[in-house]
């Protein structure tokens, strides 16, 4: 055994936890997070100066021009790594079932992201219970294996081991979303049973009721304590992690997600340094 093989036998592979937040087109964050007086425009570039992952939620409601595509390419650095929502059409209003032509579509629209593209989240609705598991069945062997894939199922039924078996047979992560579907004592259980080679971890909170997305509004410290332990874990097994905060989870998600960095050692871009850059719009 050479010295290299020796320390790679040493030394396991340590795994990824990307972190960042769900969208990043919000207006009450300037100020606050982006400085002042940015445009919509440069929203993104500046966000991708913080984070180097977002999940896009536009996707959920329509497909986005190949000119949209290119642009988000262009106003990320290297390494950058977008999340795609599946589109509404097919998760929700085709329920998964004849949606050939528009799955079609968007795989080869989300493709244009080249390196860029993450997995891509099946956000199925409340109303999506256990009895359209064949639909499941049947729609999962369409997706194509070198590209990743996530499913999020709002009601506790989905919990089962024939589900678990499925998912893990075609390699699509079973999400952890922290809302009010799932109790997290049940996800932080499944966080130790991975159905793909990465987990996708979403922080929603429970209700809607936050308005105001500038500011932190719920004490949510023990929470992220919590995670962090989890996000350790996966990546101490060598497992790979894409985690996304929601504004409704405690009122401002790029606050929560840089209090999970830290949770995790990883540094922190402090939003005040970001205007330090201000002068290239």
Not at 9 to 36: E, M
Not at 37 to 63: K, M, N
Not at 79 to 107: C, D
Not at 124 to 145: K, Q
């Amino acid at each position: 055994m050479t010295a290299r093989s020796r320390e790679s036998a040493a030394s396991p592979r340590v795994g990824r936890i990307r972190l960042g937040t769900q969208g990043w087109n919000y207006d009450a964050w300037v100020g606050v997070f982006y400085p002042s007086g940015t445009r919509p425009a440069d929203f993104l570039s500046v966000y991708a100066r913080a984070f180097d992952t977002v999940e896009v939620d536009s996707t959920f409601y329509a497909i986005p021009p190949a000119a949209t595509i290119s642009g988000w390419v262009a106003r990320t650095p290297p390494g950058f790594m977008f999340s795609l929502k599946l589109p509404q059409v097919i998760t929700h209003e085709k329920r998964l079932r004849g949606a050939e032509e528009e799955t079609a579509l968007f795989l080869s629209r989300a493709r244009e992201l080249g390196d860029k593209l993450g997995p891509i989240l099946l956000q199925m609705g409340p109303d999506f219970g256990i009895s359209e598991l064949p639909a499941l069945v049947e729609y999962l062997p369409t997706l194509p294996r070198d590209l990743s894939f996530a499913i999020e199922f709002r009601r506790r039924e989905w919990i089962t081991r024939q589900v678990h078996a499925l998912l893990a047979e075609h390699g699509v992560a079973f999400a952890l979303s922290d809302g009010r579907w799932i109790p997290r004592e049940t996800l932080l259980r499944l966080a130790d049973r991975p159905t793909a080679p990465f987990h996708y971890i979403r922080w929603m909170g429970p209700d809607r009721t936050i308005a105001d997305f500038s500011r932190i509004q719920v004490d949510r410290s023990r929470d992220v304590e919590d995670w962090g332990n989890v996000l350790a874990r996966i990546a101490r097994a060598g497992r790979d992690a894409y985690g996304y905060v929601n504004n409704h989870f405690a009122g401002h998600s790029p606050q929560t997600a840089r209090e999970l960095q830290h949770a995790l050692g990883q540094t922190a871009v402090d939003p005040a340094s970001l205007g330090e850059q201000i002068s290239l719009f």
